[in-house]
């Protein structure tokens, strides 16, 4: 089980171009959280999205950003013409089927990748 | 709105002591609470999950405890060594329709050789 796969580890744009950065959730794993993480700052959800479907895109910014995780294939973030405020650790988390009737140990454990970091320069 | 808490920002103790770190949550209808470890640049290692109708769990030289009612966890270290230099990230799952996750913003722990 190669757990949350997220590609590229770092990327560098330049202002003005666009960002895409992927997420292959776990084997077996339906859901899909994006966060950003700014310098010195804690973890903000940005959205989340179960198989094409956005469930929730409330921490999300209305322009530029937007979110996919289609039938196939990975989860995307992409970002349009990035800014400098841009420049943050991308993590992707994933986690089984929720609202499970029965809870056990290790249940819906949410599990993250390594994180993509973008630099806007 | 969920907000979740964690106190102290910022941690230094001595090898060998025994700490605890604190996260508040401000609504108690959770569904789960989770500790993570984040090493400098690095992802997130999940340490202890405890389901909303647990009290407590234990890894090791870990425990993390839950108060929903009054809307707290604490996570145990015992016997801190170098190695468990990290940000300690506290994440709280809410109830209902479908599952959104809020984390504190960590507290930063060094423990001095």
Not at chain 2, 53 to 82: M, V
Request: hydrophobic share 35%; aromatic share 8%.
């Amino acid at each position: 089980n190669a757990g949350v796969m997220q590609n590229p580890r770092h990327l560098v744009r330049r202002r003005g171009q666009e960002a895409r950065l992927r997420c292959s959730p776990m084997k077996g794993h339906s859901h899909v959280y994006w966060y950003r993480q700014l310098p010195e700052e804690g973890l903000k959800f940005m959205v989340y999205l179960q198989k094409e479907n956005i469930i929730d895109e409330s921490g999300m910014p209305k322009e530029r950003f937007s979110a996919e995780f289609p039938k196939e294939g990975p989860s995307i973030l992409r970002i349009q013409q990035v800014v400098r405020g841009d420049s943050a650790a991308y993590f992707c988390a994933s986690s089984p089927a929720g609202l499970a009737t029965q809870l056990s140990s290790g249940a819906n454990v949410l599990t993250f990748g390594a994180g993509s970091r973008l630099t806007v320069l | 709105k969920q907000e979740v808490t964690q106190i102290p920002a910022a941690l230094s103790v001595p090898e060998g002591e025994n700490l605890v770190l604190n996260c508040s949550f401000t609504d108690s209808a959770i569904y789960n609470l989770q500790w993570f470890r984040q090493d400098p640049g690095k992802g997130l290692t999940s340490l202890l999950l405890i389901q909303s109708s647990q009290r407590e769990q234990t890894s090791g030289r870990l425990n993390a405890s839950l108060d929903k009612s009054s809307g707290r966890s604490t996570l145990y270290i015992a016997a801190s060594q170098p190695g468990d230099s990290a940000t300690y990230l506290c994440a709280v799952r809410v109830v209902g329709g479908y599952q959104k996750v809020t984390f504190g913003i960590g507290t930063k722990l060094q423990v001095i050789p």
